[in-house]
């Protein structure tokens, strides 16, 4: 029998953490990765797993010591405390393991450091590991011939992690993208076809996330509408679910733009209670998009602008990866990102500077053109050697698109044409369904005010900038004069939260060039 722990870096402070926002509502981390509790599911008996995840918990040192193994999963923002880490469980002489994203990638970076590593998806390499650990042959590297069957993955142990200090829980749908994005690692590590957990799985998951307790649901698919006809009975099953539980659960997911040309599928993602999309629009450029493979998003007669407002319009909030620094930037590439986000009613832009990562496409194609900063971390912020602007040009210029994008007038005027002038309705699914459950209705109006006043009264207390202080109270006056709904200040509460967190973000950023690719 093995005592194994299993470890989650943290995260660089980024975008997509919260971490500023997380005190606000009550919280410590966004949302658990999805390895963790996984791995602990694939580990038979009479095994013994702890998770630590360092997000919401120290590492406990002292505990790794006494364990057989210790492994560690983690993504390319988290590769320099992966190495401290480990580092210091060498140090303490332990078996040492590392899996995960980055090192699918980068399989030598961690050399000298990890006893064994895993590259690519482990559902059949981990027990494979274990009963070869058990016998005194364990392997240096495990990668699996075949891509996971989706169909006999578990469902994961979240009771072993504490699910209280989490803002979302998180559930997979599925693995693996279509399309062929130059720049994007997950055709490498999940491939292009898209492979789909039965209704049964997904609804045992979820199942087992509400008995955590979790209301605020992350679909971590990379696009959850890969094989748009296999996941539509996988939908209906949820939303029957929802329905009959009275919508306990509110989802946000990732999806490809292409999401606008199907009405039928956007109306079922609502009636699952999807309130929140992310997509990967990366540039208003055609030609950059051209450049890059994504072509998808070019497809059909409307405009990158009108297939989002496509997507508002069926109920469903926008938010976008964008990316700097293609091939046919140039200086006016700033101005056309921040255009294009306001005409959009965007409030959410993961913007970065294009990277290159190991395996990729465009890894590949750089390499042969010289144009690699060979940097682990390079004080302009990307690997890549832009081919029309000067790097410290791309660094200056993203740095000011970030300090106007999240600017707190121009995101609150975002946020009015989306929610007064637009008047985006979420839930409209379960709206319906208050209507004739009118008790439901009233209680989950109370909460949403609680939970509303709760999250104002800590930024009023907390927010040291009294000018920023004032603006959230002042469009909060404009709102309420539009829109009382209960959900709706909610929702404007979380805005302000998370506002807080990347405008602290961007305004530290503005002094750090050197951590900007660890940041967004």
């Not at 390319?76 to 994203?101: H, Y």
């Not at 699910?163 to 055709?187: L, N, W």
């Not at 994504?294 to 496509?310: D, F, I, M």
């Not at 046919?328 to 101005?335: A, K």
Request: aromatic share 10%; charged share 25%.
């Amino acid at each position: 029998m093995a005592d194994i722990v299993l470890i989650n870096p943290r995260f660089e402070v980024s975008y997509w953490g919260l971490e500023h926002a997380m005190p606000y509502f009550g919280k410590r981390a966004v949302f658990p990765v999805a390895a963790l509790s996984l791995l602990a599911a694939l580990t038979p008996s009479p095994h013994q797993v702890t998770l630590i995840d360092e997000n919401v918990e120290p590492i406990d040192f002292d505990r790794c010591a006494r364990a057989d193994v210790v492994g560690l999963t983690g993504m390319s923002v988290q590769r320099f405390r992966m190495r401290e880490i480990l580092a210091e469980l060498k140090r303490r002489g332990l078996f040492t393991l590392v899996g995960g994203p980055w090192v699918t990638l980068q399989e030598d970076y961690f050399d000298g450091l990890a006893d064994t590593i895993f590259v690519g998806e482990a559902e059949d390499t981990w027990p494979l590991f274990l009963a070869e650990w058990a016998e005194g042959r364990a392997g240096r590297r495990y990668e699996q011939t075949e891509r996971t069957d989706m169909t006999r993955v578990p469902v994961p142990r979240f009771d072993l992690l504490p699910m209280k200090h989490y803002a979302f829980g998180s559930v997979q749908f599925s693995r693996g993208c279509p399309f062929t994005c130059e720049f994007c690692d997950i055709i490498v590590t999940f491939g292009r076809r898209p492979r789909l957990k039965t209704g049964a799985q997904v609804i045992a998951e979820i199942e087992a996330l509400h008995a955590q307790g979790a209301e605020f649901v992350f679909i971590v698919d990379d696009n959850l509408i890969g094989n748009k006809n296999a996941i539509r009975p996988v939908l209906r099953e949820v939303a029957a679910w929802q329905e009959a539980r009275g919508y306990p659960l509110t989802f946000f997911t990732e999806a490809s733009l292409d999401l606008a040309e199907d009405p039928d599928l956007m109306a079922l993602m609502s009636a699952v209670n999807i309130v929140t999309v992310f997509v990967g629009i990366e540039s208003p450029n055609d030609a950059a998009l051209i450049e890059t493979k994504k072509k998808q998003n070019l497809r059909g007669v409307r405009t990158l602008v009108e297939k989002v407002h496509a997507i508002q319009d069926a109920g469903l909030e926008v938010w976008c990866g964008m990316i700097l620094g293609f091939d046919s930037d140039d200086s006016t590439v700033f101005e056309a990102h921040r255009r294009f986000l306001a005409d959009a009613r965007i409030m959410h832009s993961m913007t970065g500077m294009l990277t290159a990562l190991p395996k990729t496409p465009l890894h590949a194609r750089l390499a042969l053109e010289g144009r690699l900063d060979p940097a682990d971390q390079s004080p302009f912020g990307t690997n890549v050697i832009p081919l029309r602007l000067g790097r410290d040009e791309l660094c200056r210029g993203y740095l000011a698109l970030m300090n106007e994008l999240y600017a707190p007038v121009a995101y609150f005027d975002r946020f009015d044409a989306l929610f007064v002038q637009g008047r985006l309705r979420f839930n409209q699914t379960r709206r319906r369904f208050w209507a004739t459950h009118p008790w439901r209705s009233a209680l989950s109006g109370a909460k949403a005010l609680v939970q509303a006043a709760a999250i104002l009264a800590r930024l009023q207390w907390h927010v040291r900038d009294p000018a920023l202080r004032r603006e959230y109270r002042r469009r909060l006056v404009s709102l309420v004069r539009v829109r009382r709904e209960p959900e709706m200040l909610l929702v404007y509460a979380m805005k302000c939260a998370i506002h807080a967190h990347v405008h602290t973000l961007t305004r530290s950023m503005s002094g750090a060039a050197g951590a900007i690719s660890n940041t967004f």
